[in-house]
């Protein structure tokens, strides 16, 4: 076959039900890869349980670094920083790394050449094998940067493997919100399955992820998670959905059993398949690969 197709698992805020949803789908996801892009807080590995066979680091950014030995303790680079970056220990001036921005001024400031701006790796990128299929995941430094470029990195590892596999499908669990990773988990998907719960802020941040992925030539899809919660405001947004012309794929209800099959380490599909939110999410990954079965006839 050719290049396999991309899907983003999104939404508008933490919380709704993401990464849980992103699980089920593997029970029914067959040869596929699976990607956790949510490098801030990566935690689909908690419920795949894979075995890492690789791992490397990437750029977090740039830090200054203070030579001791070249340091005549002048005091102009704790003057100069604007981000109180530069601490007086014992009669010596040190970097601290969780502050320092790597702006690089102490660096051309200092009369002694002492300092020197140097690259962190302290951004990390694994690669694992689960009992679901092939996995990479990313994890951002404390304190650190470069979140976007990061995903884009894990993205671009899980390509080459899906293509080496020749895999059909590369099923991707996004960071909430609409900020830098998320833009680079979405770039160049096939679709894009927003899950938001019903409560006006999630209809507003679904709102928000809509307009955002409207500028990207994804389709996007939109599944209501724990709608018998409050079962007006779930009309409501299936209905404002309806307005907008956004394809509501299904409404998984509330079940405690999804916090059992967690805490088991399971996803839901696994931990009780017969039980009725697995039957929805079996139901709505039916759907999705009828759209993409859809879209092969249109081409052909």
């Not at 690089?104 to 299929?133: D, Q, V, W």
């Not at 927003?194 to 992925?213: C, K, N, Q, V, Y």
């Not at 399971?266 to 999410?281: A, L």
């Amino acid at each position: 076959m050719g290049r396999p197709y991309e899907i983003a698992i999104l939404s508008g805020k933490g919380g709704t039900g993401k990464t849980s949803i992103t699980a089920a789908f593997a029970a029914f996801a067959s040869n596929t890869v699976f990607v956790d892009c949510d490098v801030d807080a990566a935690d689909l590995h908690l419920i795949f349980s894979p075995e890492n066979y690789h791992h490397e680091t990437f750029p977090s950014g740039a830090k200054a670094v203070i030579d001791p030995e070249k340091c005549k303790n002048c005091g102009l680079c704790r003057k100069l920083c604007r981000f109180n970056a530069i601490e007086e220990i014992k009669d010596a001036f040190v970097i601290d790394e969780f502050t320092c921005e790597g702006c690089g001024l102490c660096s051309e400031a200092c009369p002694e050449g002492a300092i020197t701006i140097e690259e962190y790796e302290k951004n990390h990128i694994y690669f694992s094998e689960s009992r679901f299929g092939p996995m990479v995941y990313g994890k951002l430094g404390i304190a650190e940067e470069n979140s976007g470029k990061l995903v884009s990195q894990v993205r671009i590892y899980a390509k080459n493997i899906a293509l080496k596999n020749d895999s059909n499908y590369i099923l991707i669990d996004g960071p909430p919100g609409i900020g830098c990773p998320v833009i680079s988990s979405v770039t160049g998907t096939d679709a894009i399955i927003a899950i938001t719960e019903p409560t006006l802020s999630g209809w507003h941040d679904l709102l928000r992820l809509i307009e955002m992925t409207n500028r990207f030539h994804s389709r996007i899809f939109v599944v209501l998670n724990k709608y018998d919660l409050n079962e007006e405001m779930a009309a409501k947004i299936e209905k404002e959905l309806k307005k907008i012309k956004i394809p509501l794929l299904g409404k998984i209800p509330y079940n405690e059993t999804m916090i059992d099959s967690l805490l088991e380490g399971k996803s839901i599909t696994e931990y009780k398949p017969d039980c009725d939110i697995s039957v929805e999410i079996k139901n709505i990954w039916e759907i999705i690969m009828s759209k993409f079965t859809e879209a092969k006839k249109d081409k052909a």
